[in-house]
């Protein structure tokens, strides 16, 4: 048995509390209807299990299709040499100030207005023209001529797409 020599209790609104010797009690006065036990848990990782076309089908209704991912566009690949230039003072063949993207082409074999790839510049639309660009020669438009100087000449890939649209 343990003595208690000391106990002193207090009243506040609802509940009771007692202290003995430093340790606390709680003591909340019991409601007069006791709320049932809360429903058993039930395991559901079989539910989670199913896949979302499992479930449409148990509901009758019918998975949307997967969209088909979109066709490569259509190109054609070139082996070309390429040349860099700095803006003139002129516009391109086609009426526009050069700037990134501009690239000087023979029209007999690439039309101008056509969408470009070009390895190492990236893309490109065909719309000037030059008095040395003549058969499998691309002129890309840099913004300096210390980048003209840096680019060289070089033999790159082009890829022409049919559509120009792109």
């Known amino acids: 048995m343990i003595a208690v020599s000391r106990v002193k209790t207090f009243v506040k609104g609802a509940r009771t509390t007692s202290i003995l010797l430093g340790a606390v009690l709680l003591m909340a006065l019991m409601p007069t209807e006791i709320a049932p036990d809360p429903a058993p848990v ?6 989670l299990q199913t896949t979302p076309e499992q479930m449409l089908a148990n509901r009758g209704e019918e998975p949307e299709p997967e969209p088909e991912p979109e066709p490569e566009p259509a190109y054609r690949e070139l082996v070309m040499e390429a040349t860099a230039y ?51 020669i691309v002129d890309v438009f840099l913004e300096s001529e210390d980048a003209c100087r840096e680019w060289g000449r070089r033999k790159v890939m082009v890829r022409v797409y049919e559509n120009k649209n792109l």
């Open 86 to 136: 700095s803006y003139t003072g002129s516009r391109t063949y086609t009426g526009t100030w050069p700037s990134r993207g501009t690239v000087a082409v023979d029209p007999d074999v690439i039309p101008l207005g056509g969408k470009l790839w070009i390895e190492g510049y990236g893309e490109g639309v065909a719309e000037d023209t030059g008095g040395a660009i003549k058969g499998n």
């Open 42 to 47: 039930e395991v559901i990782s079989e539910q």
